[in-house]
Nanobody, 117 residues
Framework: VQLQASGGGLVQAGGSLRLSCARS???????????VDWYRQAPGKQREFVAG???????NYAASVKDRFTISKDNRKRTIYLQMDSLRPEDTGVYYC?????????WGQGTQVTVSS
């Protein structure tokens, strides 16, 4: 069972990126019932919450990314997305996905996002 994150890269301020996190090996009902989150960790800082979506598709965002980032979940593809628009240099960091399911709590390996000014 793996959690594979992708979509990071280098982008100029004001640009966009779309992160994906695919969960192989999880049955559909388990993934559908899971809450999923994105976190990030900047160099020298603690990991922080970015965005989350519940099984009922209620969303929650950190104040610093609200109205710029959008989290979504495709149950059939077992995939979580984070659309990031109007990126800022302070959005730089390693982004991690997290799935909290009834079978356990799972972290992805992280994907680097670098925003240049």
């Amino acid at each position: 069972v793996q959690l594979q994150a992708s979509g990071g890269g280098l982008v100029q301020a004001g640009g966009s990126l779309r992160l994906s996190c695919a969960r192989s090996g999880m049955i559909l009902s388990t993934f559908t019932g899971a809450a999923v989150d994105w976190y990030r960790q900047a160099p020298g800082k603690q990991r922080e919450f970015v965005a989350g979506i519940t099984s009922g598709r209620a969303t929650n965002y950190a104040a610093s990314v609200k109205d710029r980032f959008t989290i979504s979940k495709d149950n059939r593809k077992r995939t979580i997305y984070l659309q990031m628009d109007s990126l800022r240099p302070e959005d730089t960091g390693v982004y991690y996905c997290n799935i909290n399911a009834d079978t356990g709590n799972f972290w992805g390996q992280g994907t680097q996002v670098t925003v240049s000014s």
